[in-house]
């Protein structure tokens, strides 16, 4: 088989996820054979479709003519491909929505003919679903052509709006003055919450141009508290460092879990927090949290050290818990078989039940055990146990349960931190775009940013990140050796034509910030802020033969204040430390 390479266009609002194949010629599927049946405007058609089972339709297109068409998922996750006249595959679509949505289908005649789409199971394994396929609109040669000229001028006016509005960055590193950074002040004036996103876990420019905004936003605009999307528990050690309590910084880094944050350019971010803490009264200094639910070995460790000394009683049953490996029975109950999942679900349903049942304890014994220790380090000791709690609840769930989830209880542990500052303390807040954003993703996924606008309103200020091409770091998302999943550097083309990112590459700017929330808009630039459009986004994996799948559909307006961007980015560097790296390609 021949490789394919997924591009994502955008054309008046239609979105056209394509395969594009890598011959001029591909031979028709062996399906080929199936009867295709015709389609008509205004008579969708809904049908079952099992594993295994190809189905075929065909429409009659003239030269120029335009078909808008979908394929909605009802429960089964599909993949249409579609044939020319001759027979050549032109396209196959499977954009990243799971089980439910439409798989958008859009195709320009370029010869007059009948066209075939086919529509199958992505997952041979798959159980029976539904999907409905149907026209959403059938341009004549000549409308789509005045469509297409539309389109490309308000592309240009949307482009010219952004290199108009955009604030030119000299560059991303520290210690190189504030001065081109000075219109940030009108930008963030009355905010107390920055969030600060990115595109993916391993780019270094943006790690680089996050800590120079962290050094402008605490000198220039009185900052005081660094929160990240890493280890509640375990950022405590790196906050040791920062004040000064502690003076191995890398131990405290490593002691945080995450692989995305263990670089060099993180490093230096600390030791710029403990050099100016070092300079400034005790009421000036800069907190480093987190407000992640994962990796709480650390919070473990002191909750039951403290439980041994205030409440010796609980001790011995909470050790025995604390030492199951809930990672790997949550991975066997929900990706085993048979009898061995049953049986690990079992015991991850007790194990939930016991973490609840321990911050029960805490919570309703509070004003007992606080007389053994003290007020403070008790309200830090339930809140390991909270955060704990919430770990196990979240991961206990299947699908986007658990992701929905977590960015709850992100932003409900982020909240709690705020509560504990003096009020008003303003914070820096480092995450990835999918968490800084403020989209419910209409009510099927509410992110970190979404609960923290309904928090603060516009006191909190999402700006997300963004490249053109270039490199980061990633995990491997189809390893050789599942066991040993390594850390490569990955090169990304050029952004495909449409996606926010390429728009902000036309500009012609090497770095730039643009703010969306305080600008003077224009139509064009409204319409295009309203409309979703592809931008990149890549996990904790990658897999470079999916490139496409890494561009989700992104609504501006609805997600993001402004924008960061650079042209060309580079890998992050990860620490000696880190495990299973792999050498840059």
Same mark, same amino acid.
């Given at each position: 088989?021949?490789?394919?390479?997924?591009?994502?266009?955008?054309?008046?609002?239609?979105?056209?996820?394509?395969?594009?194949?890598?011959?001029?010629?591909?031979?028709?599927?062996?399906?080929?054979?199936?009867?295709?049946?015709?389609?008509?405007?205004?008579?969708?058609?809904?049908?079952?479709?099992?594993?295994?089972?190809?189905?075929?339709?065909?429409?009659?297109?003239?030269?120029?003519?335009?078909?808008?068409?979908?394929?909605?998922?009802?429960?089964?996750?599909? $993949?249409?491909? *579609?044939? %020319?006249?001759?027979?050549?595959?032109?396209?196959?679509? !499977?954009?990243?929505? &799971?089980?439910?949505? @439409?798989?958008?289908?859009?195709?320009?005649?370029?010869?007059?003919?009948?066209?075939?789409?086919?529509?199958?199971?992505?997952?041979?394994?798959?159980?029976?679903?539904?999907?409905?396929?149907?026209?959403?609109?059938?341009?004549?040669?000549?409308?789509?052509?005045?469509?297409?000229?539309?389109?490309?001028?308000?592309?240009?006016?949307?482009?010219?709006?952004?290199?108009?509005?955009?604030?030119?960055?000299?560059?991303?590193?520290?210690?190189?003055?504030?001065?081109?950074?000075?219109?940030?002040?009108?930008?963030?004036?009355?905010?107390?919450?920055?969030?600060?996103?990115?595109?993916?876990?391993?780019?270094?420019?943006?790690?680089?141009?996050?800590?120079?905004?962290?050094?402008?936003?605490?000198?220039?605009?009185?900052?005081? $508290?660094?929160? *990240?999307? %890493?280890?509640?528990?375990?950022?405590?050690?790196?906050? !040791?460092?920062?004040? &000064?309590?502690?003076? @191995?910084?890398?131990?405290?880094?490593?002691?945080?879990?995450?692989?995305?944050?263990?670089?060099?350019?993180?490093?230096?971010?600390?030791?710029?927090?403990?050099?100016?803490?070092?300079?400034?009264?005790?009421?000036?200094?800069?907190?480093?949290?987190?407000?992640?639910?994962?990796?709480?070995?650390?919070?473990?460790?002191?909750?039951?050290?403290?439980?041994?000394?205030?409440?010796?009683?609980?001790?011995?049953?909470?050790?025995?818990?604390?030492?199951?490996?809930?990672?790997?029975?949550?991975?066997?109950?929900?990706?085993?078989?048979?009898?061995?999942?049953?049986?690990?679900?079992?015991?991850?349903?007790?194990?939930?039940?016991?973490?609840?049942?321990?911050?029960?304890?805490?919570?309703?014994?509070?004003?007992?055990?606080?007389?053994?220790?003290?007020? %403070?380090?008790?309200?830090?000791?339930?809140?390991?146990?909270?955060?704990?709690?919430?770990?196990?609840?979240?991961?206990?769930?299947?699908?986007?349960?658990?992701?929905?989830?977590?960015?709850?209880?992100?932003?409900?542990?982020?909240?709690?931190?705020?509560?504990?500052?003096?009020?008003?303390?303003?914070?820096?807040?480092?995450?990835?775009?999918?968490?800084?954003?403020?989209?419910?993703?209409?009510?099927?996924?509410?992110?970190?940013?979404?609960?923290?606008?309904?928090?603060?309103?516009?006191?909190?200020?999402?700006?997300?990140?963004?490249?053109?091409?270039?490199?980061?770091?990633?995990?491997?998302?189809?390893?050789?050796?599942?066991?040993?999943?390594?850390?490569?550097?990955?090169?990304?083309?050029?952004?495909?034509?449409?996606?926010?990112?390429?728009?902000?590459?036309?500009?012609?700017?090497?770095?730039?910030?643009?703010?969306?929330?305080?600008?003077?808009?224009?139509?064009?630039?409204?319409?295009?802020?309203?409309?979703?459009?592809?931008?990149?986004?890549?996990?904790?994996?990658?897999?470079?033969?999916?490139?496409?799948?890494?561009?989700?559909?992104?609504?501006?307006?609805?997600?993001?204040?402004?924008?960061?961007?650079?042209?060309?980015?580079?890998?992050?560097?990860?620490?000696?430390?880190?495990?299973?790296?792999?050498?840059?390609?």
């Amino acid at each position: 088989m021949h490789k394919l390479s997924r591009v994502i266009i955008l054309l008046s609002g239609i979105v056209i996820f394509t395969a594009q194949v890598s011959l001029a010629q591909e031979a028709s599927s062996s399906t080929a054979q199936v009867e295709a049946q015709q389609l008509e405007q205004r008579k969708p058609i809904e049908r079952e479709l099992k594993a295994g089972e190809t189905h075929a339709y065909k429409i009659t297109l003239e030269a120029g003519q335009f078909l808008n068409a979908a394929a909605n998922q009802r429960g089964i996750d599909v $993949v249409v491909r *579609i044939f %020319a006249p001759d027979g050549s595959k032109i396209a196959e679509i !499977d954009s990243p929505n &799971g089980t439910q949505g @439409d798989e958008p289908i859009a195709l320009e005649a370029k010869t007059a003919g009948t066209y075939r789409i086919e529509i199958a199971s992505l997952d041979k394994d798959a159980k029976p679903g539904r999907y409905e396929i149907r026209i959403n609109e059938l341009l004549s040669a000549k409308d789509y052509a005045a469509r297409l000229a539309e389109n490309r001028r308000k592309q240009q006016a949307s482009i010219a709006w952004l290199k108009a509005n955009a604030i030119t960055i000299k560059t991303v590193e520290a210690g190189n003055g504030f001065q081109d950074l000075q219109p940030l002040k009108k930008v963030f004036k009355d905010t107390r919450f920055v969030g600060l996103g990115e595109e993916t876990h391993g780019t270094r420019e943006f790690f680089q141009f996050k800590h120079r905004m962290l050094e402008f936003l605490v000198r220039e605009m009185g900052f005081r $508290v660094f929160a *990240i999307e %890493a280890s509640y528990a375990a950022c405590q050690n790196i906050n !040791d460092y920062v004040m &000064g309590k502690t003076d @191995d910084g890398a131990k405290a880094l490593d002691s945080q879990g995450f692989w995305t944050w263990n670089t060099e350019e993180v490093r230096a971010m600390m030791d710029w927090m403990r050099k100016y803490n070092q300079s400034v009264p005790v009421d000036r200094r800069v907190k480093f949290v987190g407000f992640d639910i994962q990796n709480n070995d650390s919070g473990k460790e002191k909750l039951l050290a403290y439980l041994k000394r205030v409440a010796p009683e609980r001790a011995a049953r909470t050790e025995t818990f604390f030492k199951v490996n809930d990672q790997e029975l949550s991975n066997t109950a929900f990706s085993g078989k048979g009898d061995k999942a049953k049986d690990a679900l079992a015991k991850f349903v007790e194990l939930k039940n016991q973490y609840n049942d321990l911050f029960v304890f805490l919570e309703i014994n509070g004003a007992n055990l606080a007389t053994k220790s003290n007020a %403070a380090e008790y309200e830090q000791m339930r809140e390991y146990a909270r955060v704990v709690a919430q770990y196990i609840d979240a991961y206990s769930r299947r699908d986007l349960g658990s992701v929905v989830q977590r960015d709850l209880y992100m932003a409900d542990n982020f909240r709690r931190l705020v509560e504990r500052e003096p009020a008003g303390t303003r914070f820096v807040v480092w995450a990835h775009n999918g968490h800084i954003s403020t989209t419910d993703n209409d009510g099927a996924y509410p992110t970190f940013g979404y609960h923290l606008r309904r928090f603060y309103g516009k006191d909190y200020y999402a700006l997300g990140f963004s490249f053109n091409q270039g490199s980061f770091q990633s995990r491997e998302a189809q390893p050789k050796d599942p066991s040993k999943r390594m850390l490569m550097s990955f090169t990304a083309t050029a952004a495909p034509a449409e996606s926010i990112d390429w728009y902000l590459a036309q500009t012609g700017a090497k770095i730039l910030l643009v703010d969306f929330r305080s600008s003077r808009k224009n139509v064009e630039i409204g319409e295009w802020l309203a409309a979703p459009h592809p931008m990149r986004s890549v996990g904790s994996t990658y897999a470079p033969a999916s490139e496409g799948s890494s561009f989700a559909l992104t609504t501006l307006s609805k997600e993001y204040d402004g924008l960061f961007f650079i042209d060309t980015a580079t890998r992050a560097r990860p620490n000696a430390s880190v495990k299973n790296v792999a050498s840059a390609q």
